[in-house]
């Protein structure tokens, strides 16, 4: 009798394992589940571990990070995560969040709901006007973002989208507005095309921004504020700025083979207070030496323009479930000490100081701190 409820039980904890595949651990009052769970979930070969590095591998699908980081490489896209990795006795455990925001519609585009076809694309040349943006020796940003929206729309008009710009000529439009005007297109996804400066003109390398979701925080803010916590238009649309992020990201280092800096987080406006699915890319560091002179170049430009080609077109076929993954040809892919988001040069570079929200805001100040302090050791 009693080995028979011995029996019982153990069948009814098998059933409830096989319900609920996450073992959920509580971490500095944050939810994380072990790497096996997910290796376990997306059907990937048990974790290979080194020290504190992991790798999940399918026959076409790979998951690879370290604890003590926040860089995890999808299917070898480089992501900078929500929430770093942590180990936890003999467990690397990945924060909940993270899983649901970025790993999920990463491994699993096809199954975004509500994620209708795209018709058009809203194409947003950063700056214009009295904002120039970055300058490089040779060049201004919003020139240079000018110049790749327009091929880039040549090339979606012939592939049969329809485009519209925020801005077609050198105007100066405030960044609420060219929100707004994204908005009012069904169907449409949003790009915004920028290049970076850094404070030493060390930094090199393309990288591209999805909105934070709610409760996560900007760039590198490890702290939570308020702010962090606030609903914006943009979170409606998570799971699919992550897809496009990638699908875009990953064709860029494909076409524009620069460094990867991966796809970050942050609250900027443009991505922050539109309906439809969007992202921000920097396309190079104005006031690098081999990135200003590429930037400058038309060979360069055409290349960008047809990543954002090539990407729309990969995140269609990604939210169609038909997206064959394939090694984007990355420069580099190890740690990149410069790629550590600095948000003080973005203040400046972006434009974007009085309508920056809180947490942005509050993240600037923090980093400014934290870099007096370690102003010996700061890499960029
Ligand atoms: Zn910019």
Not at 34 to 45: A, G
Not at 51 to 62: A, D, E, R, V
Not at 219 to 244: C, T, V, W
Request: glycine share 8%; aromatic share 6%.
């Amino acid at each position: 009798m009693r080995a028979l409820a011995t029996l019982v039980l153990i069948v009814v904890f098998a059933a409830e394992a096989a319900a609920s595949p996450w073992n959920v651990v509580l971490h500095g009052g944050r939810r994380y589940v072990p790497i096996e769970d997910v290796s376990r979930f997306y059907k990937l070969n048990p974790p290979v571990t080194n020290n504190q590095s992991f790798i999940l591998s399918g026959p076409t699908k790979s998951i690879r990070g370290r604890a003590g980081t926040r860089e995890v490489f999808i299917n070898n896209v480089k992501y900078i995560l929500c929430f770093p990795i942590v180990q936890k006795g003999k467990d690397i455990l990945v924060s909940a969040m993270d899983v649901t925001k970025i790993i999920e519609p990463v491994m699993r585009p096809g199954q975004i709901r509500n994620a209708g076809a795209v018709r058009t694309v809203v194409l947003d040349a950063g700056h214009g006007g009295h904002d120039s943006g970055a300058k490089g020796q040779r060049g201004m940003e919003k020139e240079a973002a000018l110049d790749v929206v327009l091929r880039a729309k040549r090339l979606l008009e012939q592939a049969g989208y329809t485009v519209r710009l925020t801005r077609g000529r050198d105007v100066f439009i405030p960044l609420e507005n060219r929100a707004a005007f994204a908005n009012r297109f069904p169907n449409a996804i949003f790009v915004s095309v920028h290049f970076n400066k850094s404070a030493k003109g060390c930094a090199s390398g393309i990288e591209t921004f999805a909105l934070a979701p709610r409760g996560v925080p900007s760039m590198d803010e490890e702290n939570f504020s308020y702010s962090d916590l606030k609903q914006h238009p943009g979170h409606a649309r998570d799971p699919e700025n992550i897809a496009l992020a990638t699908a875009l990201h990953s064709s860029m280092l494909r076409h524009m083979r620069l460094h990867d800096r991966g796809i970050k987080r942050a609250r900027f406006v443009v991505i922050r207070d539109i309906r439809i699915p969007g992202v921000l890319l920097e396309g190079g560091f104005m006031n690098h030496p081999v990135d200003g002179r590429l930037i400058a170049s038309p060979a360069y430009r055409d290349s960008f323009a047809r990543a954002i080609l090539d990407g729309v077109n990969r995140y269609q076929k990604a939210l169609a479930g038909t997206m064959s993954f394939q090694k984007p040809s990355a420069v580099a892919g190890g740690a990149d000490p410069t790629s550590v988001p600095d948000i003080r040069s973005r203040l400046s570079t972006i434009g974007m100081a009085p309508t920056l929200n809180e947490a942005v805001q509050r993240t600037a100040q923090d980093l400014k701190k934290k870099a007096k302090e370690n102003a010996s050791t700061h890499a960029n």
